[in-house]
């Protein structure tokens, strides 16, 4: 009669007994869904790890070559224009980082620099200063310098590093969500519910009992009922990230398109010398002919193009890399419908005795029949009694976070890249990325300070939107449906 949640008939337990059960029961049962959320987040953290390196050591092989190759092939006029390459780079890396930097402008700006530098290195018997190099500029659309090389390697180069980095982005919330998802405490009624399935046969004499598997399977979807909710955005997401994965693959790979930047710069570069003459009068013609200048100097030769040929298939350490995080893809997309008969494996009874598990009173056969998934499922759950009307906030929170990742990854699919920012002061993160070097702008509002811990993107405002990406595309306007989403959701 002193028990409260066990049968109130002769018992080996007493009250405090119990209560230390009770006790007990919560602290195994948070640290097996925590375990479980913990196997799955390292291997979502190494696979980000992995993929992070290898992009970020791509670009490190990619500027030594180019240095290398710049030094053989153009001699003295690669002093004059190194500047350029080495901020490409570093805005490149920056980019990927989760820098606010506009990659297309980073592009732009990359061929400007180029061509003030070499119009100036390639006529040194004029003195050009910088009002006439303002005009040469205003001509570099219609006039081509480097020919159609900007125009392709802008599009190649905008959607690799776009699906990069919204790729590792994606590993690092996917990480986030399974953490902050599996911290999540539990419910009285659901504490009650572990105890009685799990100590209350010693209570009543037969310790050697185990859960009937269905009601196990009830005990747990009951519990876990709030974190299931995540399975259709959880796999939205998933398949999101594996088209991302078949993006970096083809029709370009994402390493044969980044090492072979300094073999198209140098085309670029050898186009403009071979054209120099044409160039110049149309130049002369639209600006003025620049004064000459007093010096003499040598006119500089024509450089010669030494960067490696670099295949368009992938190589083998990213067909590997990429084929691993598929397999892992497609492995964690039910996890969440299939936590709960996880965690029922070690506790049940095999299914060789139906007649002789716990039922949640005695030994004997369990009847009702399993429940199905999800909060609203649970409304007739006969072993945990839930508020379908009251979701897990945290968890309603996540969903909403994988929500705006999927939205990010399918822009990326497209080679576009969509930044929410919001102004409030309560949430932060602008879903830009993992910032971690000290060249991010401190005024982005990114939550993460290091690529190692992943970062919580803030809801889209109804006014911030900043599309990034192909500007001869118009992206519709979503802030306002996730708006209205996460009221939805949050009302629920």
């Not at 911290?183 to 050697?208: N, W």
């Not at 139906?354 to 399993?370: A, T």
Request: charged share 25%; net charge neutral; hydrophobic share 35%.
């Amino acid at each position: 009669e002193h028990l409260r949640v066990c049968s109130q008939d002769y018992t080996c337990c007493t009250s405090g007994m119990e209560e230390n059960l009770l006790n007990l029961s919560r602290r195994e049962f948070e640290t097996q869904v925590k375990e479980s959320g913990r196997t799955l987040q390292a291997s979502l953290n190494g696979q980000y790890k992995s993929f992070d390196d290898y992009f970020l050591e791509l670009l490190n092989r990619s500027e030594a070559s180019l240095q290398t190759s710049f030094q053989t092939g153009f001699g003295p006029l690669f002093s004059q224009i190194a500047k350029a390459f080495q901020d490409l780079y570093s805005d490149l890396r920056r980019y990927y980082r989760g820098s606010s930097v506009n990659l297309e402008e980073v592009l732009n700006e990359f061929w400007a620099r180029l061509l003030e530098r070499l119009f100036k290195a390639l006529n040194p018997q004029y003195i050009i200063g910088e009002e006439y190099l303002e005009c040469v500029a205003k001509q570099s659309e219609t006039l081509k310098p480097f020919g159609d090389t900007p125009r392709e390697l802008k599009t190649k180069i905008t959607r690799t590093v776009i699906a990069a980095r919204t790729f590792a982005q994606g590993l690092v919330i996917s990480g986030e969500a399974v953490r902050k998802v599996s911290q999540v405490s539990l419910s009285t009624e659901c504490l009650r519910a572990v105890m009685k399935m799990t100590y209350c046969p010693h209570c009543s004499g037969v310790a050697f009992a185990k859960p009937c598997s269905n009601y196990c399977k009830n005990v747990m979807k009951g519990c876990l009922a709030n974190q299931a909710d995540l399975d259709s955005e959880w796999r939205n997401l998933a398949d999101a990230m594996l088209e991302v994965v078949d993006k970096l693959s083809r029709p370009y790979s994402v390493d044969s398109v980044v090492l072979s930047l300094p073999k198209r710069i140098a085309e670029a570069i050898l186009y403009m010398q071979d054209n120099l003459n044409t160039f110049n009068n149309k130049v002369f013609q639209a600006c003025g002919s620049p004064t000459q200048s007093s010096k003499t100097e040598d006119q500089i030769k024509r450089g010669r193009n030494t960067a490696e040929e670099v295949s368009s298939t992938p190589g083998a350490q990213l067909e590997r890399l990429l084929s691993d995080v598929s397999r892992m893809l497609r492995d964690m997309m039910q996890y969440w419908i299939h936590l709960p008969r996880k965690l029922c494996v070690d506790r049940e009874s095999g299914s060789s005795e139906p007649d002789r598990c716990w039922n949640g009173m005695s030994v004997d056969r369990y009847l009702p029949e399993v429940m199905g998934d999800g909060l609203a499922s649970q409304i007739n759950n006969p072993e945990v009694e839930i508020d379908i009307t009251k979701p897990d906030m945290t968890v309603r929170k996540q969903i909403m976070q994988l929500k705006i990742m999927i939205n990010r990854l399918k822009y990326a699919i497209n080679g576009n890249d969509v930044d929410f920012q919001d102004t409030s002061d309560d949430i932060s993160g602008s879903g830009s990325g993992m910032c971690a070097d000290d060249q991010c702008s401190r005024d982005t509002r990114l939550s993460a300070t290091n690529t190692d811990k992943p970062n919580e993107y803030a809801y889209p405002s109804e006014n911030k939107k900043v599309v990034k990406g192909r500007s001869s595309q118009n992206l519709p306007c979503v802030s306002l449906y996730l708006l209205s989403l996460v009221t939805v959701l949050l009302r629920r």
